[in-house]
């Protein structure tokens, strides 16, 4: 694969996570102001249907994939030395990668099978 078409197919991550998270949020949004009388228990309820679990999954995942793509390419972009920019993406990965297993298990303690 050819660097522009790697440039590309994260301009196309980055949009369509970007659709996504809008539509997750708006969807999450208008169910909230349509009931905003519910307690823990009707909350968790809703999220532990399997498909809103499986929506949520989905917005963590493309919330990850939309922050790294936009991280990566402001480091690739604006700093300099390479050893800096590295231990800085290994270091965002990190987080990423906890963050994503941290959303996994909070879900999972709600989901109901």
């Given at each position: 694969m050819?660097?522009?078409a790697?440039?590309m197919?994260?301009?196309?991550?980055?949009?369509?996570?970007?659709?996504?998270?809008?539509?997750?949020?708006?969807?999450l949004?208008?169910?909230?102001?349509?009931?905003?009388?519910?307690?823990?228990?009707?909350?968790?309820?809703?999220?532990?249907?399997?498909?809103?679990?499986?929506?949520?999954?989905l917005?963590?995942?493309?919330?990850?994939?939309?922050?790294w793509?936009?991280?990566r390419?402001?480091?690739?972009?604006y700093?300099p030395?390479?050893?800096?920019?590295?231990?800085?993406?290994?270091?965002?990965?990190?987080?990423?990668?906890?963050?994503?297993?941290?959303?996994?298990?909070?879900?999972?303690?709600?989901?109901?099978?």
């Amino acid at each position: 694969m050819t660097f522009r078409a790697q440039g590309m197919r994260a301009w196309l991550l980055q949009r369509l996570s970007a659709i996504y998270l809008g539509i997750y949020i708006l969807v999450l949004g208008t169910a909230w102001l349509l009931n905003p009388d519910l307690s823990w228990q009707d909350w968790r309820g809703f999220n532990g249907h399997p498909f809103v679990a499986v929506s949520t999954a989905l917005f963590f995942a493309s919330l990850m994939v939309h922050a790294w793509v936009g991280v990566r390419d402001v480091l690739v972009d604006y700093v300099p030395h390479s050893a800096v920019r590295l231990v800085l993406l290994i270091g965002i990965a990190t987080l990423l990668v906890a963050m994503a297993i941290w959303s996994s298990f909070i879900l999972l303690s709600v989901v109901r099978i």
